[in-house]
């Protein structure tokens, strides 16, 4: 069974910027697109950014420009640097498979101050 260990979150300001982490366990890793996704209080969890196995990405209108996902298959990490972070980016980061898979991960909070 996959686990998904979500790292790196915590309190910025606005502008600010942070790193999340996901090391994933398994051998399905290698072989898989991966994504991160969050979810906001009272609202469903949406895709932010995906990766393929060769890395070609993909991101959400509302981050382009200002995450970057990126992966390191020899070590099954994903990470996903957060730039010009904002208040509206504040909740829940959680990485996994594209399509997602359970379970899901604990995720890492992410809060951004005004």
């Known amino acids: 069974q996959v686990q998904l260990v979500e790292s790196g979150g915590g309190l910025v300001q606005a502008g600010g910027s942070l790193r999340l982490s996901c090391a994933a366990s398994?051998?399905?890793?290698?072989?898989?697109?991966m994504a991160w996704y969050r979810q906001a209080p009272g609202k469903q969890r949406d895709l932010v950014a995906g990766i393929s196995i060769r890395g070609t990405t993909n991101y959400a209108d509302s981050v382009r420009g200002r995450f970057t996902i990126s992966r390191e298959n020899a070590k099954n990490t994903v990470y996903l640097q957060m730039n010009s972070l904002k208040p509206e980016d504040t909740a829940v980061y959680y990485c996994n498979f594209l399509p997602p898979m359970r379970p899901w991960g604990q995720g890492t909070q992410v809060t951004v101050s005004s």
């Open positions: 398994g051998s399905a890793f290698g072989i898989s697109a």
